[in-house]
């Protein structure tokens, strides 16, 4: 999934060689994917071997391995659904001391405004036990306030990493995060409220990491509105990481309109 489409690939379980000689009985043409030729991909390395002769593909192998893919990232989705909540601010809130590393893999780009999560070794021992640390653009802090009962934690953007303020005539995603629905009368950027954090701790519940990381709509250097804070002339803002949190919808549990999956 990538923003609002979903791309289904069916005829990934048939062989390139059956699908061309098919589509020559066809006289039909195809495109071929460059990516295809390219042996920085491991797959490109893997078919040369391949029809060097080497070891042959073992398709019974590769579809139990991709069902093995696919049951790991809908448990990934159940515990996220049970331990974590997507703000429309752009963090998240988890639950507990630990969790799955595969649901630590889904989530954290989906904070940080990327589409793939730092490497399984980086994230293991982050993900056995939850700790302040900052990683892949996103900083955990424990959640204080923000949740009652057991131990929680913040995900949030790292402030430091986020986009500079930059032209709204030239950005339609502010952050590779946030998409401008409507902007205010008069805004001509958009920005992190950053260092202006401090003059709105009054407005909000809201820690300092969070408020710094909030988009702002600027007309030169004066602040025309805070959305998330409903501050300033009327504007509108959707929370659209580049890759959700699961491919797979949180089915489980009633929805809830805080939960963006």
């Given amino acids: 999934a990538r923003h609002d489409v979903v791309i289904l690939r069916p005829l990934l379980g ?6 061309r000689g098919f589509l020559l009985d066809q006289n039909c ?10 042996c920085r991909f491991e797959r490109v390395t ?44 752009g963090y998240a809130l988890l639950r507990g001391s630990e969790i799955a590393l595969d649901a630590l893999a889904a989530l954290l780009p989906a904070i940080g405004g990327r589409i793939y999560a730092p490497s399984r070794a980086a994230l ?21 306030r923000l949740v009652s009962g057991e131990k929680s934690w913040i995900l949030a953007r790292e402030p430091a990493a986020c986009a500079p303020v930059q032209l709204l005539a030239e950005t339609e995603v502010w952050d590779q995060r946030f998409r401008v629905m ?19 701790r009054d407005k909000t519940d809201l820690p300092s990491l969070i408020l710094k990381t909030l988009p702002v709509f600027y007309h030169q250097a004066r602040i025309v509105a805070i959305p998330h804070l409903g501050y300033g002339q009327w504007a509108h803002l959707a929370f659209t990481p580049p890759a959700p949190a699961s491919p797979h919808p949180f089915t489980h549990q009633p929805f809830r309109p805080h939960l963006f999956v």
């Fill in 182 to 200: 409507a902007a205010p009368e008069g805004a001509d950027r958009i920005g992190g409220l950053g260092e202006h954090a401090n003059k709105f």
């Fill in 14 to 19: 048939i062989a390139s060689e059956a699908l």
């Fill in 124 to 144: 293991a021992r982050l993900a056995a036990s939850l700790h302040p640390a900052t990683i892949g653009g996103v900083q955990i802090a424990p959640a204080g």
């Fill in 46 to 89: 893997l078919r040369r071997a391949r029809a060097a002769g080497g070891a042959p593909f073992d398709p019974d192998a590769i579809a139990r391995a991709a069902e093995d893919r696919t049951a790991e990232m809908r448990a990934a989705a159940r515990e996220l659904a049970h331990r974590a909540e997507i703000r429309p601010e």
């Fill in 29 to 38: 043409p195809w495109i071929e994917d460059p990516s295809n030729a390219d």
